[in-house]
């Protein structure tokens, strides 16, 4: 049997913090999943992170996907958003970009964590209210209906998130379960799924996010902010952009305390 | 200036059909994504194409996606489809696998078109019948309601198709709007938005796959065999499995035609 080698000489350890963490058993890179340019822009400020060049991207040059990333304290963050849509110059928002973007990022930056953060609607019934932040609990689609059996739940598509009992503890989130389609606005139809998915919160990318997350077998967490009430008397989009601003400030003190939580932690700790 | 290079020695030709034809202009490689098994796996037989090996896959291991590849009278013809869920067992119908499944395949193999085949609801209003097969000139989501100006829009994501007079006059098949969603039945919402798109048929992928397609600059034509009149009186699933096996045979008949069409075409000659 050989000896262990030596320890290897200052200037060949690891140089980043990041890397350090990674032999500890410690979570050393979280890939941040947002959809709109105005949630994700205060934590790329925040967090310092840098726009990685287009001719750096391993995203298709026709995707308008971008990365942000840097180092905080001792975690490698990488923020993805799937920026404007090429057609209609708006936020792509919805499931089929954050399932793209997650896809290709994961692939590539083989993150030990993922966090989707972003705004959400809350039901009053299920005792959410404006500004108040959520750790999933489950995802779900609400707006995939196969009536045929076992395809019904291949559509729904639930899935349990990975479980932060300590991060909800500590940083005094509210848990609720998600329910994910691509329509701001809610169908009688959707109402009806989202009640059978008992969901307490509803977005446009989360179970998308999820699907990826299962396939590569990473676990994802979801932090999401209410910005409307769904059950409530103000139409959801007049609601949802009053209230846009000030809840994405809220949005992002929280993933600044999670991130925060998270340094220096294995995955077990959370 | 140097004189032109000799012609190469007849060993070293290009060895396929396929590569000779790139050089004249000629259509080489066709992607063709379906969706369901029993909907691919009569044309994988028809074209004798072979299984690619997982072990020599550019899809991410997790991923339950296939493909299917061989040459076919100068083609180089490559069949990708979903899979079935690696949860549930079915196959990986609608928008996200279809989208995840076409930009891996498009990123890699470059193919000169995209055909995305496949089985979809008609409209008896539009004058659809079971049986009949489409290829669409538009498509549009329906289930994407996002009431905010220009995010409406975007919602609805409609585009054009690439243009193939000459197939539709040669092969006497019909044309109309395409209208996608990620549910088998219809709610009234979804109603209002197909009309709103103008469709004739309704299927769960289209759309989907028209956004990457349009994300890679490739050219997209739709093939789409009618199993289920939507606006009809009996059940959408319960028609739809009892049409599946009768009207998939109709399906891969057309695709055969269509792919004979291309054979030895350029694109322009569509």
């Not at 287009?54 to 996907?65: I, N, Q």
């Not at 994961?106 to 030990?112: F, R, S, Y």
């Not at 940083?171 to 959707?190: Q, V």
């Not at 077998?217 to 910005?227: E, L, R």
Request: a negative charge; hydrophobic letters at 45%; aromatic letters at 6%.
């Amino acid at each position: 049997m050989a000896p262990p080698p030596p320890p290897p000489p200052p200037s060949e350890q690891p140089a980043t913090a990041a890397a350090g963490a990674a032999e500890a058993g410690l979570i050393s890179k979280v890939l941040i999943v947002m959809a709109m340019e105005a949630e994700a822009m205060p934590l790329v400020h925040n967090f310092k992170l840098v726009e990685a060049p287009a001719d750096e991207s391993t995203f298709h040059k026709g995707a308008p996907w971008l990365r942000y990333h840097g180092n905080y304290k001792g975690l490698h963050i990488d923020l993805v958003r799937p920026g404007k849509d090429t057609v209609y110059g708006v936020d792509s928002v919805g499931t089929l970009p954050a399932a793209l973007l997650t896809y290709s990022s994961v692939q590539t930056l083989k993150p030990d964590l993922i966090v989707n953060a972003g705004t959400a609607g809350g039901f009053n019934a299920k005792g959410a209210k404006v500004g108040d932040v959520y750790l999933a609990s489950d995802v779900a689609f609400h707006d995939r209906r196969i009536p045929i059996p076992v395809f019904d739940m291949y559509g729904v598509g639930a899935r349990k998130t990975f479980g932060t009992p300590n991060i909800l503890k500590e940083l005094n989130l509210k848990a609720g379960k998600l329910s994910t389609g691509n329509s701001l606005d809610m169908s009688p139809k959707d109402e009806e799924m989202i009640r059978s998915n008992d969901a307490t919160i509803k977005d446009m990318e989360g179970a998308a996010v999820a699907y990826i997350a299962d396939m590569f077998s990473t676990p994802m967490i979801f932090v999401k902010a209410v910005t409307d009430i769904v059950d409530g008397e103000k139409p959801t989009a007049e609601e949802f952009l009053m209230n846009l601003i000030t809840v994405t400030a809220t949005l992002e003190l929280a993933v600044v305390k999670v991130i925060d939580f998270i340094s220096g932690k294995c995955l077990s700790d959370l």
